[in-house]
């Protein structure tokens, strides 16, 4: 399996769930909780009634992080998770929702059915939905696609070249993240898309669904000698259940990997995209009650919509001097082209992202304290102009309003150590250090207009520390306390309007944040005698104190840091293989946010919930093969209700749905062939996929009625056909 250059690392944030997070949605939660105590009760179950007759197996190494800090999942002491394609690969592999929906801790909803996604890790990144937002980007979040990041020097991160149909393996770290990879709050995904392999193959995977989804990949894999060629081509259209919600998507990757020689490998990838979708808008309570398929009168008359176009050209080079040491260096380009209609403006983007790093690892090996140690650095820079023009009909107007050029610079150095002063004791500690600059150009663009050149620069210094504990073989218990670093988006950066001659807002700070984590982990593989064939199950508690948080204000019109919050999580995750075919996967995920001091004009917010964040969250699936060919699968998710805005006056319903799929694999000599059929929503329940966070709000007649709901697909059904040939 390779390493991702940038990958998931080891990281140390320590937790303790000190507080009741079943908030006002734990009497909805009840009606699970039977089938909730099956999932998350027969690990325990398992032990006591097998405790003799456990069968220890050494699992084949999983690979959670990279050359920053890599090492076996139970190795880390962090809650990390992995997610293999066949646990997706029979969905609508549109967005990486669909991956992701079972994993404890994360939130992830498609906002119009597309790959336009609504994504958060234990609440960070739930700030990035509003008219202000851009669509289609996340917050707090490090996104890596094989290693190299999607997200931009300004912490904003576009999905735009996460292709599911490539994808064979997903890592996700939901610990804070900032000590080994800077600007991430809310942890790092990475997503691999080019699988080890030694023979030829072509591969050809195609999917048809309700509204309008046709998507269809085609793969290539080309070994020789020690080098291989793989290339992924995708074609997808969806022309969207509510009014303006079509969307497009044209993708090419390619990487080229070299065995140089036995300590050397050299990977070259390039990757390209064009995209297109329309962005329908959030609907009032009464509109989504009354009619959810239609669109926000004002995004259709301006027509909103995305169009990009990115490439990115990317290399690595890892080189094993000795035993005990290893460097790892990497570049990147990434040249883009956005254009958009956006709150009553056409703007015209012209980007190049760079970037690159290099990581040393020195692990000498005979030692009994068995020391581990991690130096690296990192940079990335994206500058480029920005025309916003006037919206004509939704098409470019004749009148330049604003020319500018927005630059963004993030800088990192860290260090990280591993000590194992005890027999199946080990301790880990590490040291960031993060500078954040951005840079705003404006040109006159009128005769009143004058020109304009501003900067804004951030630093941080963030540390972790962790001890893990072997408790047997398969089991560790893990305590760790670690620190997080999260700037602002630039587009978060624009000032009030009280300040008509800046371009920056002086007021904001990076939010800064401290996790204090407790976790336990365990992988068992039973005895013939047993009724459980292997279960596995994560357990973790935590609290994390937020300074200075960035808040939205009046939808986004402008952001500001708002004084402290405190978020209170348990996270629970199962999977139970049971003989006769039987497996069973479920995640709990409990978390109550609020704030601790926080105060404007509108008053003061402390002791209420941070907008944007679920109570709870539940996801179930069974799968049954009764036949080896022949596989079934129910699955259950559940969001509890939660506010959108800092006043807590306007909440997102709760809801419950249910999805089944059933699928067919079989190989034929040198043929593999696959036929999947699926339904999600399969009791057509209404529900809000998304919501608008600090919604503007119109009075009339002394009352407020704000658009914040975005609502999620009805019934859906979908269908495919992979094949696969060893040439």
Not at 204 to 213: T, V, Y
């Amino acid at each position: 399996m390779d390493s991702a250059p940038f990958l998931l690392i080891f990281h140390i944030s320590i937790n303790a769930c000190s507080h009741n997070v079943f908030q006002r949605d734990s009497l909805r939660l009840l009606r699970f909780l039977p089938l909730t105590a099956l999932f998350i009760g027969l690990p325990v179950l398992g032990q006591e009634n097998n405790r003799d007759s456990l069968i220890h197996v050494v699992l084949e190494e999983v690979v959670v992080t990279a050359k920053r800090g890599g090492g076996e999942i139970l190795k880390v002491p962090m809650a990390v998770g992995v997610v293999d394609a066949r646990d997706f690969m029979h969905s609508r592999r549109v967005g990486l929702n669909e991956a992701l929906w079972g994993m404890p801790g994360v939130f992830a909803q498609s906002r119009g059915g597309g790959s336009d996604i609504r994504l958060t890790v234990r609440g960070f990144g739930a700030r990035g939905n509003g008219d202000r937002s851009n669509a289609a980007t996340i917050r707090g979040i490090k996104v890596l696609v094989d290693g190299f990041p999607e997200t931009e020097p300004d912490g904003r991160t576009s999905l735009d070249l996460v292709d599911l149909s490539a994808a064979h393996r997903i890592e996700v770290i939901r610990s804070n993240a900032s000590t080994l990879f800077g600007n991430a709050s809310g942890g790092v995904i990475n997503i691999e898309t080019h699988s080890s392999f030694t023979e030829p193959f072509v591969e050809s995977n195609n999917l048809m669904g309700d509204f309008g989804l046709r998507k269809h990949n085609l793969r290539l894999g080309l070994p020789f000698g020690k080098n291989r060629l793989s290339i992924s081509g995708t074609n997808m259209q969806f022309d969207g259940w509510r009014r303006q919600t079509a969307s497009s998507s044209t993708q090419f990757h390619a990487a080229f990997v070299s065995e140089i020689d036995p300590d050397t490998r050299l990977r070259l990838q390039l990757s390209a995209v064009r995209s297109k979708f329309d962005i329908p808008g959030p609907l009032t309570e009464a509109q989504y009650l009354d009619d959810p398929s239609q669109a926000n009168s004002t995004y259709a008359a301006r027509r909103e919509r995305r169009d990009n176009t990115i490439g990115r050209l990317a290399v690595s080079l890892t080189k094993t001097l000795s035993s005990s040491h290893l460097i790892e260096a990497m570049a990147y380009v990434t040249p883009k082209l956005l254009q958009r209609s956006e709150r009553n403006t056409f703007r015209d983007f012209a980007r190049a992202h760079v970037g690159g790093g290099a990581v040393y690892n020195w692990s000498p090996q005979g030692t009994s304290l068995m020391p581990k140690l991690v130096i690296g650095v990192d940079e990335s820079y994206q500058d480029g102009t920005a025309l916003f023009y006037n919206l004509r009909n939704g098409e470019q107007g004749d009148s330049l309003r604003t020319n500018k050029s927005e630059g963004a610079n993030s800088f990192g150095a860290f260090i990280q150590g591993q000590l194992a002063p005890l027999d199946r004791v080990t301790l880990t500690a590490g040291l960031r250090y993060d500078i954040q600059t951005y840079i705003s150009r404006v040109f006159p663009a009128g005769e009143n207009r004058r020109s304009l050149n501003e900067r804004l620069s951030m630093n941080h210094l963030t540390p972790t520390i962790a001890i893990m504990v072997e408790l047997g073989m398969n089991h560790v218990v893990y305590l760790n306390y670690g620190g997080g670093v999260e700037a602002p988006a630039f587009n978060e950066t624009d000032p009030p309007s009280s300040l008509p001659n800046a371009e920056l807002n002086p007021f904001l700070k990076p939010m800064s944040s401290s996790t204090v984590e407790i976790g336990l982990k365990h992988v068992m593989d039973l005895s013939p005698g047993s009724f459980l064939s292997s279960l596995s199950y994560t357990l973790a508690a935590y609290v994390i104190t937020i300074r200075d948080e960035i808040v939205p204000y009046d939808g986004g019109l402008w952001y500001f840091s708002a004084g402290k919050s405190r978020r209170t999580g348990l996270e629970v995750g199962t999977l139970v293989e049971l003989k006769g075919r039987i497996s069973l996967k479920g995640a709990l995920t409990s978390l109550h946010s609020e704030y601790v001091e926080y105060t404007n004009e509108l008053g003061s917010f402390a002791g209420r919930d941070v907008p944007g964040i679920p109570p709870v969250v539940l996801n179930l699936r069974a799968r049954y093969t009764p036949i080896a060919p022949l596989s079934l699968e129910l699955g259950l998710e559940h969001v509890g209700s939660y506010y959108s805005d800092d006043a807590n006056k306007f909440d997102v319903p709760s809801y419950s749905l249910l999805h089944a799929a059933a699928s067919y694999t079989n190989r034929f000599g040198a043929t593999r062939f696959g036929a999947f059929l699926g339904v999600n929503n399969f009791t057509d329940r209404k529900h809000a996929s998304s919501a608008f966070i600090n919604p503007v709000t119109s009075s009339i007649a002394q009352l407020s009625f704000p658009a914040y709901l975005e609502p999620g697909l009805p019934r859906n059904f979908f269908a495919g056909i992979d094949l696969k040939f060893d040439l």
